[in-house]
């Protein structure tokens, strides 16, 4: 059993440095692994894209891109085959690329909220009990507290996005291979902490869209 277990210790944390400009996408199958077709789209497989699509269930979301050709790709993680929640042929929106990934600087903990079920209660007349439906999950906020260090690029690119509000994505490769993705808008403190006898460190949160998870290979 202990050897199924794993720890974060060693994992590596990247954000996107810089995101390609939006490219249109003219249709999305309804498969598992959805295939992208984008005119031209200049993607290889293992790149990271951000996917804007008016199906909810994709849009906001990203993913490694698997097999390519000139003007398709597929989406490794993306299953679109249920046509209830992807109508066929309304898939067609928008992507960018993740073009360069910078490292976080020392983060010294993170803390996962929210992804609880949520429940709409449903009490008739005639019924001496209360139903309860599911209705979804709450959303997702994923806090980090990263040392303040002058000049990282990491920093610098959090406080950008934080004024501009720009989505973008962090990513996490545990020492298995495992990566976890975290699209959503990036929020940073605009200081660190002043605790005297602990390193000052700022807090990042992540409202995150819906995280997508890759085995180690």
């Known amino acids: ?8 210790n060693g994992a590596k944390v990247h954000t996107a440095l810089s995101m390609g400009a939006p490219v249109t996408i003219t249709a999305i199958t309804n498969a598992n692994p959805a295939v992208v077709t984008a005119d ?9 894209v951000i996917i804007n699509s008016p199906w909810c269930e994709l849009d906001g979301r990203a993913f490694r891109v698997g097999v390519t050709d000139v003007d398709t790709f597929t989406l490794i993680g993306a299953d679109t085959s249920d046509t209830t929640d992807f109508s066929p042929g309304g898939g067609a929106g928008s992507f960018q690329e993740v073009v360069s990934w910078t490292e976080v600087p020392c983060v010294t903990d993170t803390s996962l909220t929210g992804g609880e079920a949520q429940w709409a209660e449903v009490g008739c007349l005639q019924e001496q009990k209360t139903t309860r439906l599911f209705n979804g999950f709450s959303p997702i906020d994923w806090q980090m507290s990263v040392v303040d260090l002058d000049g990282n690029p990491a920093i610098e690119r959090f ?59």
């Open 40 to 48: 031209s789209h200049g993607l290889t497989a293992g790149d990271y």
């Open 159 to 217: 406080e950008e996005v934080t004024k501009s509000q720009e989505p973008t994505v962090t990513r996490i490769t545990l020492k298995s291979g495992k990566v976890k993705l975290y699209p959503g808008i990036h929020i940073i403190s605009p200081d660190s902490t002043m605790t005297r006898g602990e390193v000052m460190v700022r807090t990042l949160n992540i409202a995150v869209t819906d995280i997508t998870k890759y085995p180690a290979p």
């Open 1 to 8: 059993m202990a050897k199924r277990m794993e720890l974060p």
